[in-house]
């Protein structure tokens, strides 16, 4: 076992249930389940990070390329968020019919 100074943390009880559900899920140990719940997190923020790297390169070396190229592209880009917005409207939409009908579902539930 590595040499790992123990680290006190303080959280709500709803979160700690949540973490002990989710570790039981995962089959880790709750202290391993908030590890990795750290480590997705950085790693995450680290890819979000590079992406933007990513982008900002393409952007600028659509510059270089001819008037007629960037037109294409610039089309394509405007096809892509608007497909991107529709599967979005279609997501939230199928999210609030499945919600909807688990309100349901709970309110038909009689009181135990």
Request: aromatic share 2%; charged share 35%.
């Amino acid at each position: 076992m590595r040499n790992i100074a123990p680290f006190g943390l303080r959280m709500p009880d709803e979160l700690r249930d949540a973490i002990t559900e989710r570790a039981k899920r995962n089959g880790r140990s709750m202290n391993s389940e908030i590890v990795q719940i750290l480590q997705d997190a950085i790693d995450d923020a680290n890819r979000d990070e590079e992406n933007g790297k990513l982008k900002a390169q393409v952007l600028d070396n659509r510059k270089e390329l001819p008037e007629s190229y960037q037109e294409v592209l610039a089309s394509f880009d405007e096809r892509v968020a608007q497909l991107t917005e529709e599967a979005t409207k279609k997501a939230m939409i199928q999210a609030g019919l499945e919600l909807s009908l688990k309100i349901e579902e709970i309110s038909k539930k009689k009181p135990t």
